[in-house]
């Protein structure tokens, strides 16, 4: 599968972004997505994760509450609503699939095969 990630930009505090990740190739619905980001100079960070064909969703702690994962599976899409975003949240975001990482293994960069280009965010103070 190939991903394709969109949406990143400059915002300012507080402010909003919605980034997307679209699938080429295969369907969607038979993998486990996730969203990453990296820092200049820190490692690579889970964001979010999402299952399958469901709805299920997961959040590192530092975005719960204000980032919202949702698939939509007709569009082969996912999609990462970010909202009331702070200077810390800027980083190069990623997409990331799997059709065979464990649910144990989601949080985990290096068990995802597929990844998107990246995407950057800046948020500004």
């Known amino acids: 599968v190939q991903l394709q990630a969109s949406g990143g930009g400059l915002v300012q505090a507080g402010g909003s972004l919605r980034l997307s990740c679209a699938a080429s190739?295969?369907?969607?619905?038979?993998?486990?997505m996730a969203w990453f980001r990296q820092a200049p100079g820190k490692e690579r960070e889970f964001v979010a994760a999402i299952q399958r064909a469901g709805s299920t969703t997961y959040y590192a702690d530092s975005v719960k509450g204000r980032f919202t994962l949702s698939r939509d599976n007709a569009k082969n899409t996912v999609y990462l609503q970010m909202n009331s975003l702070k200077p810390e949240d800027t980083a190069v975001y990623y997409c990331?699939?799997?059709?065979?990482?464990?649910?144990?293994?989601?949080?985990?960069?290096?068990?995802?095969?597929?990844w998107g280009q990246g995407t950057l965010v800046t948020v500004s103070s």
């Open positions: 190739g295969r369907t969607l619905t038979t993998y486990r």
């Open positions: 990331a699939a799997d059709a065979n990482i464990i649910l144990s293994s989601i949080r985990d960069h290096k068990q995802y095969k597929n």
